[in-house]
Protein backbone atom coordinates (compact mmCIF):
# COMPACT_ATOMS: atom_id res chain seq x y z
CA UNK A 1 0.00 0.00 0.00
CA UNK A 2 1.49 3.41 -1.35
CA UNK A 3 1.17 6.22 1.41
CA UNK A 4 0.63 9.67 -0.28
CA UNK A 5 1.67 12.95 1.80
CA UNK A 6 -1.19 14.78 -0.47
CA UNK A 7 -4.14 15.68 1.42
CA UNK A 8 -6.09 15.79 -1.51
CA UNK A 9 -4.66 12.94 -4.55
CA UNK A 10 -6.15 13.21 -7.65
CA UNK A 11 -8.30 11.42 -9.17
CA UNK A 12 -7.32 8.01 -10.45
CA UNK A 13 -8.83 8.66 -13.79
CA UNK A 14 -9.07 12.15 -15.36
CA UNK A 15 -12.53 12.23 -15.71
CA UNK A 16 -14.77 14.99 -13.77
CA UNK A 17 -18.66 15.06 -13.45
CA UNK A 18 -20.24 18.25 -15.45
CA UNK A 19 -22.65 20.28 -13.43
CA UNK A 20 -23.77 22.39 -16.82
CA UNK A 21 -24.88 19.13 -19.17
CA UNK A 22 -28.21 17.39 -18.83
CA UNK A 23 -27.63 14.05 -17.20
CA UNK A 24 -24.21 15.12 -15.34
CA UNK A 25 -21.91 13.07 -17.56
CA UNK A 26 -18.23 12.44 -16.71
CA UNK A 27 -16.36 14.51 -19.28
CA UNK A 28 -12.15 14.41 -19.71
CA UNK A 29 -10.42 16.95 -18.07
CA UNK A 30 -9.20 18.36 -21.54
CA UNK A 31 -12.85 19.00 -22.24
CA UNK A 32 -13.08 20.58 -19.29
CA UNK A 33 -10.20 23.12 -20.22
CA UNK A 34 -11.35 24.13 -22.81
CA UNK A 35 -15.06 24.71 -21.86
CA UNK A 36 -16.40 28.32 -21.26
CA UNK A 37 -17.52 27.64 -18.17
CA UNK A 38 -14.74 26.41 -16.35
CA UNK A 39 -14.12 29.26 -14.13
CA UNK A 40 -16.99 29.04 -12.80
CA UNK A 41 -17.14 25.18 -12.00
CA UNK A 42 -16.43 24.72 -8.16
CA UNK A 43 -15.52 21.24 -9.50
CA UNK A 44 -13.16 21.75 -12.54
CA UNK A 45 -11.83 24.48 -9.70
CA UNK A 46 -11.14 21.76 -7.06
CA UNK A 47 -9.15 19.40 -9.31
CA UNK A 48 -7.34 22.37 -10.51
CA UNK A 49 -6.30 23.92 -6.82
CA UNK A 50 -6.90 21.49 -4.38
CA UNK A 51 -7.63 22.85 -1.04
CA UNK A 52 -5.30 22.37 1.88
CA UNK A 53 -8.20 21.75 4.50
CA UNK A 54 -10.57 19.78 2.60
CA UNK A 55 -13.65 19.88 4.83
CA UNK A 56 -13.29 23.78 5.32
CA UNK A 57 -16.03 23.88 2.94
Not at 2 to 21: G, M, Q
Not at 29 to 53: E, S
Request: hydrophobic share 25%; with cysteine; proline share 14%.
Amino acid sequence: METSIHPNPAPASPYLVCPFKKGRPKKHIDVCRKCRKNRKCAIYQDYMQPGLFPGWR
